[in-house]
């Protein structure tokens, strides 16, 4: 497996949702930063991508297939 790579993104939450595709700025705000970071097996053509807060705290974990199908857990630290 590769090495993971790791990109910060700034997390938008929408405030009111519309039918519409257009996002308006009014009608959302920033909820906080995230980490994506991706690997991919050669051998089997799978993609891992995780998903971090900014704690380094795993909010989901993808698998990607090169066929294009997903499956996804994601972690909920709440109770």
């Known amino acids: 497996m590769n090495e ?3 990109d910060i993104y700034r997390e938008y939450e929408y405030v009111k949702k519309s039918s519409s595709n257009i996002i308006q700025a009014s ?3 920033i909820a906080g930063k ?3 970071s991706v ?3 050669g051998k089997d053509n799978v993609k891992v991508m995780l998903k971090k807060d900014i704690d380094d705290s795993i909010k989901e974990i993808k698998f990607i297939c ?3 199908k997903t499956k996804s ?3 909920d630290y709440f109770e």
């Open 66 to 68: 090169s066929c294009g």
């Open 4 to 6: 993971f790579f790791e």
């Open 73 to 75: 857990l994601l972690l």
């Open 34 to 36: 995230t980490k994506i």
């Open 27 to 29: 009608k959302s705000k």
């Open 39 to 41: 690997a991919e097996d």
